[in-house]
């Protein structure tokens, strides 16, 4: 009787202090064999993220993970894939209904503006679509700095007027369209054919410094 009793008390202790011992913290465990070989795994990390170069004057932990874009900030890189990612989600290969171009939805009246007269090879060419948005942002700033310069600060349609949401129109619009709407106070407006207003890109590109970006009248790209 005392036997039975005894075993059926020494048996769990048994078994608790293995579990006991297992879960020390501060035994060591065999690696050697360990491998994902094969696994299928499922990372929580997007791939914008993980393939930013930790490297760069920038740490990493500067950047912040919302729906898998990097936070830029205000100056002219931010402003420019702020609109690019506006126009295509940041595709350069993007052409859309109308025959727009590329990642920054370029027409090809404008594109030959600018000296280009090829969209094929433009299309396929990234640096050519970076150079040409500059180069056209540049001629922009020219045509309206005189209506930079009297309406940054002022108020139209209840949105404050930068210089940066003028740049912004300027590129879906034409800078004749915002000097239109700009010199009217709003009462001249325009909307592109997906329904994008002058005053909506006023105000959901306000505030970016774009000083980087030079007036120039004769601005072109070279390829």
Known sequence: MIKKITSYFVIPMVICIGIVLGLNPEQAVDMTN???KGLTLNYTVSKDVAMLDNSKEEPLQEYVHTNFIPVLGKAYLGFKEAVAFKESRGNYRAV????????????????KTLGIHNPDYFLNTPELQEKAFLANAERNKWILRKDISRFVGKTINGVQITESGILAAAHLAGAGSVKKFLRSYGSERFSDAFGSSITYYMKKFSGYD?????????????A
Not at 96 to 111: A, I, P, R, S
Not at 210 to 222: E, L, P, Q
């Open 210 to 222: 774009t000083s980087y970006i030079s007036a120039n009248k004769n601005a072109k790209v070279r």
């Open 96 to 111: 859309n209904d109308f025959g727009y171009l590329g990642k920054y939805q370029f027409g090809v009246e404008t594109l």
């Open 34 to 36: 360990y491998s994902t």
